[in-house]
């Protein structure tokens, strides 16, 4: 299992960024796809994830209406459109994926994932 994120840079406020997971490895057994994000000093966040068996999507309550997560199954590639981007959305953002459905509500709990790719520097000036 591969998960290699890329897409991150230097953006203005307000700005827009669209990073993509390329996902290897175990092409049609997915269970979820999630995007998390560490700023220094501060714990990993979860900030989307898209499930595979109906498409559902998650997202934190500071990113909703702003970013939105989808998928292109054929490749198979999660790709996050991030919109009016801020100065505190500045983060390494990581694409992860879990050996079984995330439980019930942990849809974007770090401990729920066990496949992770590097991350992808975005940084937001003001």
């Known amino acids: 299992v591969q998960l290699q994120a890329s897409g991150g840079g230097l953006v203005h406020a307000g700005g827009s960024l669209r990073l993509t997971c390329q996902v290897s490895?175990?092409?049609?057994?997915?269970?979820?796809i999630a995007w998390f994000r560490q700023a220094p000093g501060k714990e990993r966040e979860g900030v989307s994830c898209?499930?595979?068996?109906?498409?559902?999507?998650y997202y934190a309550d500071s990113v909703k209406g702003r970013f939105t997560i989808s998928r292109d199954n054929a490749k198979p590639t999660i790709y996050l459109q991030m919109n009016s981007l801020k100065p505190e959305d500045t983060a390494v953002y990581y694409c992860?994926?879990?050996?079984?459905?995330?439980?019930?509500?942990?849809?974007?709990?770090?401990?729920?994932?066990?496949?992770w790719g590097r991350g992808t520097q975005v940084t937001v000036s003001s």
């Open positions: 992860a994926t879990p050996s079984g459905p995330p439980r019930w509500g942990r849809e974007l709990t770090s401990s729920e994932y066990n496949y």
């Open positions: 490895g175990f092409i049609l057994d997915y269970y979820a």
């Open positions: 898209i499930m595979k068996n109906d498409g559902s999507t």
